[in-house]
């Protein structure tokens, strides 16, 4: 029996530092858990000048990766660094010295997870990132045990705080796009540089994380059908919630049996009756839908020192059971189908459309003769009483279900009608409720 | 490496004839997952005359418990037998014959968990029951694993499918009581004799259960407070939704910190906001809150053929990746705590109460002056113009936190005042919402 882990640490950050807190506060419960202590044994930081002051003389620090990549006594590995580059290397390094990983880091498991997984069967260490995705929220282990007995339909996932915290102010404050993103901003929970998260980026690549598992094939980053937030306007919002349907973003994964899988991120129109349409502010949500379980649903903490912590040292402690059972490696990759994606030309959804067109007589008929033609049977129409200027009506149209190759041939036809002034926005509709 | 992991079935009844359905459905996959396939080689019946028909001629059925028990070639054996006994028996010579066992019955593992668990570990065996909590709610494995790191501080659980069914029936349908139950039962989610369901008892041992897990201690199925639905009226649904409330029954199991830990099975007032006053009809859900993670919420069906036995196959896959690892007994019994309740009496809690009065001057402050004398202060007072018969007003108030202790002296002072007809009813309210 080992008496006891040792951990290196590369990086103190935010998370890092979330993991030395955890790990102190709740040691002697961690320690009786896995039968011996866990000692973080060395932490990599950019700079020994700026060690943070809150675990100051109590851990070895140095500026040296190879301290901690080549260290015999080392068992693992957690790599909070964040970006690709040295991440990626140094976890390749750490493994390949039979060391077992944790990482929290999306961007280096959404690209290099293959060859990541291969390099740790190779070697029969672990390597994990539960929190990766969804940060404090079990997703990653219950997907790939608790409901390894299913095959999974589909899993769509508010993945992103960021943004789930603006679609709730413009939704529950009726607060512009631009004044949601400066408070997110304000709040620390936005970057200078959003683009990430309102473009859709971050929730595409957890997206394809969850996907992989989910559907044991490996999609990649550009597998993914992007679209973001950014477009969106407060007018559609509040159709939306008129018509009873409230606007995520969502991380969208879904298995067309003989047509093969998709997985996208898009912002989506819910019925006001689905649970991920309650989950608000910066909360993250992860619907999953079994052929056994049916619908499953997982709640929690997206992001933030303590949660994402909970997530990497939950990992931390699984890894330990391993090493002390000598069965690391217990569950490697799990992408043994071969990729078979569906085309986004035919992928079935309704679809919410807002189109500025001319307030005189026949407009509807031939708008409705427009979406017709390309065999798009309408749901819902709603024409405010809402000039937008002189002689220009505003139009809300909810179609039944359409294929994507149909829905935009039909908005070229509607573009190039004399009566259609604009096609303003275009929102997917999700219309299955808890079953 | 093993050629195939063998399986015996202690009940082929709905649980267990799901297992076969999920087993054979997915055995593709499950076979990659685990590396080897899963067979089912026996399967224990009370009569071979009652041998389903859907699974006649595919396995091999026996009436004698001993074939699989006593079997060399099994290694994992699958309880779904349900009551106490035989099955706690049969569990038991499964593990003293060092088989792994998996099992649903939430029962056994209530009553005889430590028993089982040492025998488990003695034998270096797995005994795993994801199923008796939540059907196919990962929630035992995400509480053992994802969120180990944590000091858990509270659980709130919806895990009795009938009576959120009824409630939802009541609260949405302005349904009696006697109506919601009489409707639960044509459904099939109530059984003839309801008493377990709506008396909280089967709430109670689930709740044991989970505050097991989650505050490593043995709490035994005494230790849990049990207050049903049975009791409740409609009128009461009524005023919590226009006060914002929603009633469900939950267990609840809550760390005092140095007043000890308690767990309870009672309704609960919860805010329209908090995400469990959202979970409807049969479905399950565990909210769990970590030092940690925070707020977190695990969301399904509760019970049915199919998800319970989701669950049960997941832990198969676990036990196998472990027996193939060599690794069974890598997680046991983590109840290292030495129990420390708290008395009931200690528990501080926002409380509702429904009183007949008489309809006079002076009778409110004769009322407030009663909950002064003990300390309790009101929150809302609602004074319906309500005649309950001539002279008799009906009268709600929700008091400021209060311990059991006294509100219970409030109640006695209440009800020996000549103003008070009658104290009708009693909710605890918890005004937490998700964090």
Redesign the interface.
Known sequence: MKKEINVGLLGAGVVGG?VLI??E??AD??A??VGCPIKVSKILIKSLAETPEEFKGKYDFTENADDILNDPEIDIVIELMGREHPAKEYISQALSNKKSVITANKDVVAKYGAELFALAAENNVDFMF?AAVGG???II??LK???????ITSILGIINGTTNYMLTKMSKENMSYGDALAEAQAKGYAESDPTADVGGLDAARKIAILASIGF?TRVDLDDVYVEGIDHLELCDIEYARDLGYAIKLLGVAKNHKDNGISAAVYPVMLPLEH?LA??NDV?NAIFVT????????????GA?R??T???V??D???VA??II???T???SC?C?EEKHLCALENIMAPCYMRLHVQDKPGVLAAIAAAFGAQGVSLKNVIQKEVLIKDSTAELVVITHDVSEYNLRMAIQTLKALPAVDEVCSVIRVENQV?E
């Open positions: 979330g955890v790990l506060k709740n419960d961690i009786k858990k539960e404090g929220i079990p282990r219950p045990n608790c409901l390894a007995s299913n095959k044991n649970p309650a989950i909360f079994g052929d056994a379980v049916g619908d499953a649903m997982f709640v929690g903490r933030g303590l949660p912590a909970s997530a040292c939950g931390v402690i699984d059971r391993n059972h000598n069965s490696g217990r569950i799990t043994f808890m």
